[in-house]
């Protein structure tokens, strides 16, 4: 059997066939009800509602780190201490230099 | 563009939602005789064409009007095709099992005498039908595409959105994998 032959008429035959065009009754109408009875994305509302999320996130997290600078329970004071003793620590032999010379 | 279209579409993106029916009445012979190439059964096609138009409605506003409205909405129709053959690949029959008698005797026609063997057979569009089911859904658009509605590579570049060079080689690729299946399917005894 030649295969590239059989090939060929099998697409023939497709070529042959077209397929039908016919669109079954009140399907237009079927649409139509379906696309009225979606609800009507509005990008404008869509945008907005966003932005309000992204304004309250905003908000929070700025209270959050008001809250972490000004209350007393952050590690303000132990920080300073510890950058004092840091430089004691390597400023120790400049101090020592200028008491023997 | 056609001016009515036009007018249609305009009136549709702002607000006129029914100024759409006279664009479905007008294009869904198209979009069937499309989806009616790669579904078989008529609830897969009818679904297809239903996805077609609800997103050229919700992709009305990207509708630039450079183009005929048509050649927009056949984009859409064959991406959508593209997207139901491989949302259904598994369903792919696995091999050529159990011809019909019809179609056995249209091979058996073709073998003995290939000229007798009639391209208009019911038996021929049958075996044509079995033979792109088997392809992969990218092989069987292309040559559905390439030598059934016999576009030119830069059409189907534009309708599926890939690129000439990659068009180029999915058609090989499918005339290939076309090759393997006609062997297969092709009984023993013949060959």
């Excluded at chain 2, 019909?100 to 003995?112: M, S």
Aim: charge should be negative; hydrophobic fraction near 45%.
């Amino acid at each position: 059997m030649n295969l590239v032959d059989l090939q060929k008429k099998l697409l023939n035959a497709a070529r042959a066939h077209p397929p039908s065009d016919a669109v079954p009754y009140a399907f237009e109408q079927r649409i139509m009800a379906r696309l009225r009875a979606r609800p009507v994305e509005d990008a404008a509302l869509w945008w907005g509602r966003a932005l309000w999320r992204a304004a309250g996130a905003c908000v929070a997290v700025s209270l959050l780190l008001g809250v972490w600078i000004y209350l007393p329970f952050n590690a303000t004071a132990s920080d300073s201490s510890f950058s004092q003793e840091l430089e004691q620590t390597m400023l120790a032999a400049v101090d020592d230099t200028d008491e023997t010379w | 563009m056609e001016s009515l279209d036009a007018d249609l579409i305009g009136a549709v993106l702002n607000g006129d939602t029914a100024s759409f029916e006279p664009l479905i009445t007008k294009y869904s012979p198209r979009v069937f005789a499309t989806a009616r190439r790669y579904a078989r059964r008529e609830s897969e096609v009818e679904d297809i064409a239903q996805e077609v138009w609800t997103k050229a409605f919700q992709k009305l506003a990207s509708f630039r009007g450079e183009a005929p409205f048509e050649h927009w909405l056949m984009r859409l129709a064959v991406r959508t095709c593209y997207d139901f053959l491989r949302a259904h690949q598994r369903n792919r029959e696995t091999a050529f099992t159990e011809l019909t008698g019809p179609e056995t005797d249209w091979l058996d026609r073709f073998v003995a005498q290939p000229d007798d063997a009639s391209e208009k057979a019911e038996a021929a569009r049958a075996l044509v039908g079995r033979l792109l089911e088997q392809l992969s859904p990218a092989a069987r658009l292309v040559i559905t595409l390439l030598e059934i509605e016999e576009r030119s590579v830069k059409e189907i570049s534009q309708l599926t959105g890939w690129s000439v060079p990659l068009v180029k080689v999915r058609a090989f690729r499918a005339r290939a994998e076309m090759r393997k299946c006609v062997a297969k399917m092709a009984p023993e005894k013949y060959m």
